[in-house]
């Protein structure tokens, strides 16, 4: 039998205990979830590429149901047939998320009927967190304790220090 994949594409700048959450539930409903960090032209990020990926690597190190993968210069839906993936997977915040998130799920479904498009609401502990907030709690010294892991709390100061 053929494993069901789903993909979940984003910034991961850095990951939260929000997106954690997300690929948690997504194992309960699929076979392996796929975590494509997205490299976008026009979002400036305060880690490269290469650095996510090995942040999310270590992260989900000991489960091999998590593959942690890096996507440039193609469409998105594209990527989620080579994969052979039967959806794609996002996490919903806000309305504010909602506008974009329909734009995207609709222009994938046409792009590709075959491939869904997977919401799954935020757990309320988490709707307030992004990658973005982050960044200025810790930029201004303020304490990430459960919202980020360790491993990228200690990361992050140490690239906002650097400047
Ligand atoms: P951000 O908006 O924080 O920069 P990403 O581009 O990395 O996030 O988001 C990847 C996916 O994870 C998106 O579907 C986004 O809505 C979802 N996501 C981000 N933060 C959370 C959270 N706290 N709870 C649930 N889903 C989230």
Same mark, same amino acid.
């Given at each position: 039998m053929t494993a069901n994949i789903a993909i979940y594409p984003g910034?991961?700048?850095?990951? +939260?205990h929000g997106h954690v959450n997300i690929v948690e539930r997504g194992l309960q409903i699929f076979d392996k979830v796929v975590i494509v960090v997205a490299v976008n032209s026009a979002k400036q990020t305060v880690f490269r590429l290469e650095e996510r990926l090995e942040l999310l690597n270590e992260i989900f190190?000991?489960?091999?149901r998590v593959i942690v993968d890096g996507f440039t210069d193609q469409l998105l839906i594209n990527y989620a047939k080579s994969r052979n993936a039967k959806a794609i997977l996002r996490g919903l915040r +806000?309305?504010?998320?909602y506008e974009y998130e329909f734009q995207m799920a609709h222009a994938n479904r046409h792009l590709a009927p075959d491939i869904d498009t997977i919401f799954m609401m935020t757990e309320s502990k988490y709707s307030h967190l992004s990658s973005t907030l982050i960044k200025e709690i810790v930029r201004y010294g303020g304490s990430c304790q459960d919202m980020l892991d360790p491993r990228v709390e200690t990361a992050l100061n140490k690239k906002l220090k650097q400047g």
């Open positions: 910034s991961f700048d850095p990951i +939260t190190k000991d489960n091999d +806000t309305v504010s998320d």
